[in-house]
């Protein structure tokens, strides 16, 4: 299964839509770009919703961490919503949960990027 990623825009908040699997090749690929694609638009608040992600391996691991120095590069927030267990336990076991802003309810988070900015 390819991976799929929507973006839409909740107040001022990038939020991008990920589903299938974020592994070498193809899937971190998409992320990627997408990433890339929001900051040349100069959209720097993305929220990545993984609810639909089954699967990630270490590469996507990998994209996923470079996204969010990316972002924060260039002065913005990556925050991570709704991980699957299978992809919170990927995160916990390579001591990454901790570096990533991750929250389970879509409206938290996009409260929690607006009180960033004051």
Partial sequence: M???AS???V???TIVDLSGRITLGEGSVVLRDTVKDLLGKGQKKILLNLGDVSYIDSSGIGELVSAFTSVRNQG???????????VHDLLQITKLYTVFDVKDDE???ITAFAKANH
Avoid: V
């Fill in 2 to 4: 390819s991976m799929k």
């Fill in 7 to 9: 973006t839409r825009q």
């Fill in 11 to 13: 107040d001022g908040i």
């Fill in 76 to 86: 913005g927030e990556l925050k991570l919503l709704h991980l699957t267990k299978k």
């Fill in 107 to 109: 409206a938290a988070a």
